[in-house]
């Protein structure tokens, strides 16, 4: 047995003695369960920096034009002269808000944590396929963390082109000043940021192919495995595509290509480029771009199926359906990319095609939703923090994805493209759905990771003041999207030029969503708190505190190399034994073999 | 001062919520109560809560709803724009129920079953029959939703019909400029490289070409003063300044040869086809007529951006490079509207919808829809003295004018709108395409003062 674990400890560390010092165990660590901790650190601090910028603009929307200590004090002089946000840098934080939230918390930070977390510990894996990659892949995302956050705070301001930058506004430095420095700035951290996604990612599978425990069959996987699996293709194929848009543009800036720019005078300078289509770049964008939001979802969506289980304590209904629609939304989300484009000169006929892909995603997603319900009917539901927000999750993904089906019909959308009612839908179907999925994960697996639990009162005071504050700022900002504001707007002084009620029901809305908002972030403070708090003094956690049958709660407490102790666990059932008819206890971990005359589900 | 205040608060209450969390972890060690064993108190509690957001949300949405109204931006005003209305509140309906009946489902559960003492969850992998149920429903449900919606996407898409008037309108930061087709309804081509002040639109003429020509040779910074400039020994340059000269001229030469190559290839049959059009100034109003259906013609300038009239809802990206079309006909007259939404100061906008730079948000073209009589009025005064179209709308309406009186007003105002329109045209390039200046704000050389205004 010692022979054993000094063997897989061998396996991890090829080169150096028993006793590691400080610096391979927290920093340049290639062990999976300090990697993910890693990676949920960056992206906690990622999360608030993010946060704190939604929060500004979201001041200046609601009460534009006065004054703020806040953002004076966050600003200073020159980007929030007199404390009233300056029209450039209202326009860098909304770009800096969204890149973060999308690619830094919800990809970097949920899929790298929790993939990281429990591919191994759920499979039956000693460590990932590769640590050494796995470390790089930290590193290379810490990297282009840096690079994002440093270009805030350069004289030209960050990029200021929107998340999704198209150019040529991205393009041209003479067109808007965030063009300059700062998107050099941001393509440089976006390509550092890509090649850490493909690393992980790469790790993921070839574990997930390779590294299953004895009798961990495909179909015996939680789905959370197959939701990291998927997204982990998602990414392989679809990041590289936006590497080379990445590039391209790089390109278009830096050596006078044309691959974007087409016929363009800016201030008077008349620009040479010819030829090139800046709808060229749209493609390449969304066809990464749609399958993010996929990418993004569906790792909540596999937390929340096994938190789901566990806590109403009966099997996940319709575990195949479950892993079908997985799949099916992983292929659609492949040829759906053109519903962002249907008012952009796009031919209609394609337009039409992209509808129907579109809306066809629309079953695997409703399949889910009624399959997450099934399980918690007649179950016996526990109310732990994690269960809340995954149930949570259900919520905001059934409420915004229904308004997707306005949005996939391209004849609705020439009305609403680009107004606050798909900031409205997009936040609450991929924001708050992914962000409740990764605080479903913290509350669940945190036991794991830190060997400690988390406060449960507390948890509640969170999730119960975090709901509110969503759907707070989410439901009202739809109404100013049908009342046809556009987004990406400074202010709204223009309708007063056309219709000076609208322009007051939106003032009254928008400061209705700025409480919330608010009131949403302080209640994130709960949570830090609750969070570093626990890591140092929370009471120390059992083995398997919520009696789950999955192999990570066959560990023991304290983190080891190798995860366990002696032989790895062989696995003989699928993970959603609760509640099973005749047996003793309400769940059946994976490794327990099949009783005497019992059937596999 | 309030910084401070702020910073003592936030310290204050983390220490309160320490000093709580600690009262809490004692208590729960006195009780011998470990943090994953969840009460039936609390149990309850959060089901009960959950019952109770569930409430809260279905209120919040119904007065949400009751109160702003199903959409704050009134009824549509084009006849496309009302079937869109129709198949948006149809949707509506359709995601309204699945939301209301989902959630309901989801909560109500939540709350019904609740782990009760002694109650086993019931084992239940999977049921096929259900499982069909919910793939086909929304499967037929969509497939109304898709058919309905292309349905509409095709007419909307279509290819305009021959009466459609052609507009050009041109996008840069941050402004637009309308461009009506002229007598021959045809929109005269253009190049980029044609651009300068007497052509802001850069049409193509013979004219125009060799303007672009000579100012690009001969003007302030032409070819020939940067020659002059960088061969001149007596003129001190430092080496940067010297760089950039070279590549400003590099490309200028660049530029030149291809102006050239237009020249020899332009066929100045087809001159015509600008030299009617007329082109307004940057920001003028954009004049339609009711019931007319309008082909647009959107054209970027420097970097995308998006023509949005939310009143029409329509809306369609304006791209560098690459000319987009979009058509609709307005239904509505900004008159008829202001009635209908009981408010005189009402008016139609274009709002341009794509990022596009700092002042993004201000970038907006007033639009005003009139009755046919009354944009005959106006089409007078924007027609070209000398056309025929100018002479056969002056006839019409003085047929239709009753009076002597009146009739000799208009006669008199249509002399005068020579003048007015005459200005600012180039003379340097006399048969450049017809820049005109636009109507004057007030409607000063209107000879009837009852055009409603943006
Ligand atoms: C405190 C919670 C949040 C608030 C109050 C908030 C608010 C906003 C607002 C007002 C905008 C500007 C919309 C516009 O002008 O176009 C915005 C943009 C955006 N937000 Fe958030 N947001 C929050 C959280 C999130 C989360 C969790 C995500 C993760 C998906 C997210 C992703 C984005 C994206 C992608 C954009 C678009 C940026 C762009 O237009 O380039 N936000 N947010
Ligand atoms: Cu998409
Ligand atoms: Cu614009």
């Excluded at chain 1, 090649?195 to 299953?212: K, M, P, Q």
């Excluded at chain 1, 526990?382 to 391209?410: E, H, K, N, Q, R």
């Excluded at chain 2, 920001?283 to 013609?297: A, M, R, S, V």
Aim: charged residues 15%.
């Amino acid at each position: 047995m010692a022979a054993h674990e000094a063997h897989a400890h061998h396996d991890a560390h090829g080169h150096h003695h028993h006793e590691e010092g400080f610096i391979s165990k927290y920093v340049f660590s290639q062990d999976h369960k300090m990697i993910g901790k890693q990676f949920l650190m960056t992206a906690v601090f990622m999360g608030i920096v993010a946060m704190l910028l939604s929060i500004m603009f979201r001041i200046q929307l609601a009460w534009p034009g006065e004054g703020s200590d806040f953002l004076s004090f966050f600003l200073g002089d020159k980007w929030a002269p007199k404390g009233v946000l300056s029209e450039s840098m209202y326009l860098g934080l909304v770009t800096i808000h969204g890149t973060i939230m999308v690619f830094f918390l919800l990809t970097g930070g949920l899929s790298g944590t929790f993939s990281n977390l429990l591919i191994p510990l759920q499979l039956g894996a000693r460590d990932m396929a590769s640590g050494f990659l796995n470390m790089i892949s930290y590193w290379l995302f810490l990297l282009s963390s840096v690079i994002m956050l440093c270009s805030l705070f350069i004289e030209t301001g960050p990029a200021s082109s929107g998340w999704t930058v198209y150019p040529p506004l991205s393009a041209l430095p003479q067109a808007i000043e965030g063009s300059g420095q700062g998107m050099t700035m941001w393509l440089a951290s976006m390509s550092i940021f890509i090649a850490s996604s493909l690393l992980g990612s790469l790790n993921y599978i070839v574990t997930i192919f390779n590294l299953r425990t004895k009798g961990m069959k495909m179909t015996r996987m939680p789905l959370t495995i197959w939701a990291f699996f998927v997204t982990a293709v998602l990414g392989v194929l679809s990041f590289p595509v936006l590497l080379s848009a990445a590039l391209l543009l790089m390109m278009d800036r830096l050596a006078g290509t044309s691959f974007y720019l087409s016929d363009i005078i800016v201030g008077s300078e008349m620009l040479e480029n010819h030829g090139g289509s800046p709808l060229l770049y749209q493609h390449l964008f969304w066809f990464l771009g749609h399958p993010e939001v996929y990418i993004v979802l569906l790792p909540a969506l596999g937390l929340s199926s096994e938190i789901i289980s566990t806590n109403s304590r009966k099997p996940i209904f319709g575990y195949r359906a479950m892993i079908g629609s997985i799949l099916a939304i992983g292929f659609l989300s492949f040829i759906v990319w053109g519903h962002h484009m249907f008012i952009t000169g796009m031919n209609p006929f394609i337009g039409s095609v992209f509808v129907f892909t579109t809306l066809l995603i629309a079953i695997p997603s409703a399949v889910k939703v009624f399959n997450y319900i099934t399980t918690i009917w007649r179950g016996s539901n526990i109310y732990t923090p994690a269960m809340l927000f995954s149930i949570g999750l259900v919520s905001t993904f059934i409420t915004g994805g229904v308004t997707g089906i306005i949005l996939a019909d391209s004849a609705l959308d020439i009305a609403v493209h680009d107004t606050y009612f798909v900031v409205a839908h997009f936040h609450i179907v991929m924001g708050m759905s992914a962000v409740f999925g990764m605080f479903a994960g913290v509350y669940h697996w945190f036991p794991k990771m830190y060997g400690r639990m988390l406060n449960t009162r507390l948890g509640y005071a969170h999730f119960w003041i975090t709901i509110v504050g969503a759907y707070g700022v989410f439901f009202p900002m739809h109404f100013v999207g049908l009342a046809g504001a556009p987004r990406r707007y400074y202010d709204y002084s223009v309708y007063n030029e056309f219709n000076t009620e609208s322009f007051d029901m939106m003032l009254d809305l928008n400061v209705i969503i700025t409480f919330f908002a608010i009131l949403a972030a302080l209640g994130q403070l709960l949570f830090l708190f609750n969070f570093f708090y626990s890591i140092f003094r929370g009471p120390k956690a059992i083995q398997n505190p919520w009696k789950s049958n999955t192999l990570e709660w066959t560990t023991p407490v304290e983190h080891i190399h190798g995860n366990w102790p002696g032989a790895i666990p062989e696995v003989h059932r699928w993970p959603y034994d609760y509640s099973k008819p005749g047996a003793e206890d309400d769940f059946i971990p994976q490794n327990v073999p099949l009783m005497e005359g019992e059937e596999e589900h | 001062m309030s910084r401070l205040i702020v910073l003592i608060v936030i310290v204050l209450g983390v220490l309160a919520i320490a000093q709580l969390v600690r009262l809490y972890e004692l208590s729960s060690k006195l009780r011998d109560r470990r943090e994953e064993d969840i009460t039936n108190r609390d149990n309850k509690l959060n089901a009960g809560l959950l019952l109770a957001f569930m409430v809260f949300m279905f209120g919040g949405f119904i007065w949400l709803m009751l109160a702003y109204g199903w959409t704050g931006r009134g009824d549509a005003a084009s006849v496309s724009g009302a079937q869109t209305d129709w198949l948006l509140n149809l949707n509506f309906w359709i995601i309204i129920i699945v939301f209301f009946l989902t959630n309901g489902l989801l909560f109500g559960f939540a709350f019904k079953y609740v782990r009760k003492p002694g109650v086993k969850a019931y084992y239940f992998p999977h049921d096929n029959r259900l499982e069909l149920i919910w793939t086909v429903v929304p499967a037929i449900v969509l497939a109304i939703i898709i058919i309905l919606g292309l349905k509409s996407w095709n007419e909307q898409t279509d290819e305009p019909g021959k009466e459609a008037i052609r507009v050009e309108l041109f996008s840069k930061q941050f402004g637009w400029t309308v461009r009506m087709s002229g007598e021959d309804n045809t929109l005269g081509f253009f190049d980029y490289k044609l651009t300068n002040e007497n052509n802001p639109l850069a049409l193509m003429t013979a004219a125009t070409i060799q303007n672009a020509i000579d100012s690009m040779e001969n003007g302030m910074s032409g070819i020939k003063a940067l020659e002059r400039k960088l061969n001149d020994r007596t003129i001190m340059l430092i080496p940067e300044e010297r760089d950039l000269m070279v590549t400003d001229l590099d490309r200028k030469e660049r530029l030149i040869r291809l102006l050239y190559q237009m020249k020899v290839r332009h066929n100045s049959k087809l001159d015509v086809q600008a030299m009617d059009d007329v082109t307004f100034t940057e920001g003028d109003t954009l004049y339609l007529c009711k019931n007319q259906e309008y082909e647009f013609n959107f054209r970027a300038k420097d970097v995308i951006h998006s023509a949005y009239f939310p009143h029409f809802r329509a809306q369609m990206n304006t791209v560098p490079g690459q000319t987009t079309r979009f058509k609709f006909t307005p239904s509505v007259t900004t008159d008829e509207m202001r009635d209908k939404m009981n408010n005189q100061k009402f008016n139609y906008i274009l709002m341009c919808n794509k990022i596009c730079g700092t002042s993004h948000y201000k970038m907006k073209l007033m639009v005003v829809v009139l009755e046919p009589k009354d944009y005959e009025v106006w089409s007078l005064k924007t027609s070209y003295t000398d056309s025929k179209a100018h002479q056969k709308r002056l006839a019409k309406i003085l047929k239709r004018t009753p009076t002597p009186k009146e009739r000799e007003d208009w006669l008199k105002a249509s002399k005068t709108f020579k003048n007015v329109y005459q200005v600012g045209k180039p003379v340097e390039a006399p048969a450049a395409a017809g820049t005109t200046d636009s109507i004057p704000a007030d409607g000063a050389a209107m000879p009837i003062d009852s055009l409603p205004k943006a």
